[in-house]
Every structure is written in C-alpha cells, then in structure tokens.
C-alpha cells in the first residue's frame, strides 16, 4: 500500500524566513496531494492541495510542488508569520481509493 | 451550516468498557472517515465509507467497528476498549455536495473526540 513519509518532523524558523516541508510516497498510482494545517488543539484544515497533472500550484504565500518522476511533493510557505505556527501534515490518494495516506507530521514554530 | 460534527468532545472508559462515537454531517457527502490522532504519529486511518450501507478496513482497523446505516452518520464503536485505544480520534466527509464545488478530494474534519482508556 501507499507509504508517504515526511520530513522534518520539526521546523523553526525566524519571523519572515521561507519554511519548507518535505515528502515522498511510494505508490506512483496516487493522483492527489493535500496538505493540511493543524493548530493547537484543533481540526486539521486543508491549506492547498495539487493534483497529479499539476507540477506547481501557488496561493499567496503558500506553494505546493510535485515532481512525479522523483515522487516527491513540498510544501513552500514565503515570508513566514507567528499565524503559520503550526503541525502541518502532507498526504497523498491511492489512485484507484478515495481514502487519504497521512504524513506524520511537521511542527512549524515562527519565532518572532 | 454545522459541517461535521462529533459526539462525544471527551470521554474516559475503564479497559474492557464499550462505546459508541457518532459523527454527523450535514454535506451530504458521500465518503466519511475515521482517524486516529497519536503524538508523533500523525492521522492513521481506522475504518472507512463510500456510502450509506458500506464500510472499508483502513491502515488500524483493529479493536473497531463502524456501522453507516444513515448516509449523514458514521458510527465508531469500541466493543471492549484497552489502553492502546487512547487517542484523539477525528471523523471526516468529503464528496460532491454544498461547500466542495464539485470535488471528492477535499476532506472536512470534525472537532475531535479525546478519549482516555484506564
């Protein structure tokens, strides 16, 4: 089955630094690849997702990459803020389910 | 416009107890999820649904039930809850409905149950 594996599973950076998180899955059949954040004590809430056909995608200070040769995805986040302090979490869909694999997480601290 | 909701918010069972968690949603999606939140682990996937009447094992089906009589409801149970089962557990729906613009992907997450077995 599909593995996704994430990296690292922490990230500090200074207030307007660029942060970025990595991932890689295993099952070249996986068509869709969210990412979520997660603040303290709450729901995971997607922040950009990108679909297999796509290579990058951006939405304000938020990117996401794909290389499908590589089967590797990453998460851009530019000119970082206290807000973006975080668990983020990558994942990838089995092509052929509708279910979602998770990463095991990234804890994003933006000191200020 | 309540989207996906969990009950109980918090619960602590004795090992060997049951019980029930019940997500809701009122999308009218299709799919809904089970998950369990462990530190360090991320979200693991217990047990799944593509409709009303269907359930599907995930990656940590063990020591769970679920039933999805109504196309709104998954019900998790524990029938005999041990120690290990302490966790954070989230429900999610995704599918073609209000609020996704015609997409399956996206997954909406309920609050969260925490639920602590002694």
């Known amino acids: 089955g599909e593995n996704v594996e994430q990296h690292p599973s922490t990230l500090s950076v200074q207030e307007g630094d660029s942060a970025v998180i990595k991932c890689t899955y295993s099952?070249?059949?996986?068509?869709?690849f969210p990412w979520y954040k997660q603040e303290l004590g709450k729901r995971p809430q997607l922040i950009i997702d990108?679909?297999?056909?796509?290579g990058e995608k951006k939405d304000q200070r938020i990117a996401v990459t794909l290389n499908k040769t590589a089967k590797h995805f990453s998460l851009h986040i530019t000119e970082t803020q206290p807000e973006d302090s975080a668990v983020y979490f990558c994942?990838?869909?089995?092509?052929?389910?509708?279910?979602?694999?998770f990463g095991k997480g990234t804890k994003l601290s933006v000191k200020p | 416009n309540a989207g996906v909701t969990q009950t109980p918010k918090f619960r602590v069972l004795k090992t060997g107890q049951s019980m029930t968690l019940l997500c809701a949603q009122d999308?009218?999606?299709?799919?809904m999820y089970w998950y369990r939140q462990d530190p360090g682990m991320g979200l693991r996937l217990i047990h799944y649904?593509?409709?009303?009447?269907?359930?599907a094992k995930g990656e940590v089906p063990d020591g769970y039930n679920v039933s999805r009589l109504k196309k709104q409801n998954f019900l998790l149970g524990l029938e005999s809850a041990a120690p290990s089962q302490t966790s954070v557990y989230f429900c999610?729906?995704?599918?073609?409905?209000?609020?996704?613009?015609?997409?399956?992907?996206?997954?909406?997450f309920g609050p969260g149950t925490r639920l602590t077995v002694l």
């Open positions: 994942a990838a869909r089995p092509g052929s389910q509708g279910n979602l694999i």
């Open positions: 999308m009218n999606h299709e799919y």
């Open positions: 649904s593509v409709g009303e009447g269907t359930t």
């Open positions: 099952d070249s059949a996986s068509n869709y």
């Open positions: 990108i679909r297999s056909n796509v």
């Open positions: 999610a729906s995704s599918g073609v409905g209000r609020r996704t613009g015609g997409d399956y992907n996206e997954q909406f």
